[in-house]
Nanobody, 121 residues
């Protein structure tokens, strides 16, 4: 069973920084994509940043130049460094991974429990 455990959310002032972590555990054979989504109250969940298997990193236009996605493969952990935070970044942030847990399984989506990020003005 694959689990994604997030940490690092909290309350920060306008212009501040936070780093989110997402640690994956369990049987992981191959990762197709991994990264972060977010969902603000009354809005749809949106992609923030993601690695793809092809080696590219995709960012939402609204976070380009401010957020950086990185990975520590030894720890199976993905990080989202968020700088120059704005009130409109306030949301619940969800870690995700599209992966297969064995050679015979299919790729499936896994999600973390979500971590709240609140940016005060």
């Amino acid at each position: 069973q694959v689990q994604l455990v997030e940490s690092g959310g909290g309350l920060v002032q306008f212009g501040g920084s936070l780093r989110l972590s997402c640690a994956a555990s369990g049987n992981i054979f191959s990762i197709n994509a991994e990264g972060w989504y977010r969902q603000a109250p009354g809005k749809q969940r949106e992609l923030v940043a993601a690695f793809t298997k092809l080696g590219s990193t995709n960012y939402a236009d609204s976070v380009k130049g401010r957020f950086t996605l990185s990975r520590d493969s030894a720890k199976n952990t993905v990080y989202l460094q968020m700088n120059s935070l704005k009130p409109e970044d306030t949301a619940v942030y969800y870690c995700f991974a599209n992966l297969k847990s064995s050679v015979i399984s299919t790729y499936s989506d896994y999600w973390g429990q979500g971590t709240q990020v609140t940016v005060s003005s």
